[in-house]
């Protein structure tokens, strides 16, 4: 069946440095993709996404790039921020109804 | 802010309770899709509900069931409560469009079962 693997956490990083997330996905069709952001205590947040090959999603520095032939939708980000500390999920989303989620990946930023 | 509100934010029941969490949709929304993500895990589909009509569905038992009112707001039932049932539900809101239209996600209720 549909699924989504990403990179486990937690990562630590100091402020200003390079981020990326590794996901890939294992899907029948064209999926869209998402990357979703949950703080502290908070619900999920769209971070960005890509409904097809080649797409590039993008909002708040960060970026994904949907690549059909590498099954993957890796997240990064140039320079993060102590702000960016959350749980980061790579999602998919196979027709009209389910969303399918990774396990997430913890992000800390050290100041 | 997406405008998709839940209630209650926290639940505490024992086994074997029943238990009604409920989500309002945001404005113009016209479908709401559950997830249940336990501690540590990504959220996982429940089902979805589309003009009053579950419209797909995960894989939960039948004791999970739910309801969409004519306002599109929804209810998420859970009979005999189970301890594994212990998790953040989370409602999320969209309006079809034929697309892969965006799903907005409520702040969630925190259920604890004891």
């Known amino acids: 069946g549909d699924s989504v693997t990403q990179m486990e956490g937690p990562v630590t990083l100091s402020e200003e440095a390079f981020l990326t997330i590794n996901c890939t996905y294992t899907a029948t069709g064209y999926p869209s993709l998402f990357w979703y952001v949950q703080y502290p205590g908070e619900g999920l947040q769209l971070l960005l996404k890509a409904t097809k090959a080649d797409d590039k999603g993008s909002n708040k520095g960060f970026e994904a790039t949907y690549r059909k032939e590498t099954t993957s939708f890796h997240l990064e980000k140039g320079s993060v921020q102590v702000s960016d500390s959350a749980v980061y999920f790579c999602a998919l989303r196979p027709g009209d109804d389910k969303i399918i989620f990774g396990k997430g990946t913890r992000l800390h930023i050290l100041p | 802010e997406t405008g998709v509100t839940q209630s209650p934010t926290h639940l505490i029941k024992t086994r074997g309770q029943q238990v009604t969490l409920r989500c309002s949709s945001q404005s113009g929304h016209n479908t709401v899709s559950w997830y249940q993500q336990a501690l540590g895990q990504g959220p996982q589909f429940i089902f979805q509900y589309y003009r009053e009509e579950e419209n797909g569905r995960g894989n939960f038992p039948p004791r999970f069931s739910g309801l969409q009112f004519p306002n599109y707001s929804s209810e998420l039932n859970v009979n005999a409560l189970e301890l594994d049932d212990s998790a953040l539900y989370l409602c999320?809101?969209?309006?079809?469009?034929?697309?892969?239209?965006?799903?907005?996600f409520g702040p969630g209720t925190r259920l604890l079962v004891l």
């Open positions: 999320a809101s969209s309006r079809r469009t034929g697309e892969a239209e965006t799903q907005y």
